[in-house]
């Protein structure tokens, strides 16, 4: 965990890490950055639940082993063209600066809002997908439709019951659950990090859903709910 916190708290700046290169850094025991105690539950497989941002990194990585491709080149040929999604990239490079939402934190000792660099992590299949809202917008369109977008098949349909099944008793999910003050069950699934807040959730019976990207922080419960609750009644 040591090792991960400049990348998670926004401060490392040097080059990317290919994913492979990390993850046999992090998981091998003859890796530089093996800690058995640090990296590991040491609990059985099956037996505990732990969200993990580095489980989804292998999952990335397996994406790579299998298709023969880097993830980020997997997921525009699989997703984000079909999808669409024309302003969606893993990394920094593609986009203009200008173009870039500016990640912002409150400084209480200067009484201000600062700006901050745009972050970076070589687990990134867990996160720091740059997108605008309307192409967001499209992926969970088609999430919610079961995997199909403007006609065509984009996600197997049998993968979206697997993470986000109708029926919603059948355990853990990579979403999760979120009761609306309405009593609406949804799938929902937050993110942060320096300076940026995201919110991302959908009813998989009436098909409505909501996004949310700041480029601020927002980590107050009550005070996410309070605004979900808002935007999901206007």
Known sequence: MDYLL??????????????????????????????ANKNFTGA??????????????????LVERIAKIPFDQYCKAHLFTPL???????FLEPFRSDRLAVPYE??????RYEKLPQGKFPDYPAGQLRCTVSDLAKFLACWSNDGSYAGKRVIEARSVQLLTPMDMSL???????YLLNTETPTYSHSGHGPGISTYMLYDPFSKKGLIILMNGELSDYFEWRKLIDLLWKS
Do not use: V
């Not at 669409?84 to 893993?90: A, I, L, V």
């Not at 409150?106 to 009484?111: A, F, P």
């Open 106 to 111: 409150y400084s209480d000792s200067l009484g």
């Open 44 to 61: 059985e497989p099956g037996s505990r639940f732990e969200y993990s941002n580095i489980g989804f990194a292998l999952l990335g990585y």
């Open 171 to 177: 355990g853990f999910h990579t979403w999760f659950m």
């Open 84 to 90: 669409e999604m024309h302003h969606t990239n893993w």
């Open 6 to 35: 400049p990348f998670w708290g926004n401060t490392y700046q040097g080059a990317d890490i290919p994913l492979g290169t990390f993850l046999a850094d992090y998981l091998s025991t003859s890796g530089k950055h093996y800690y």
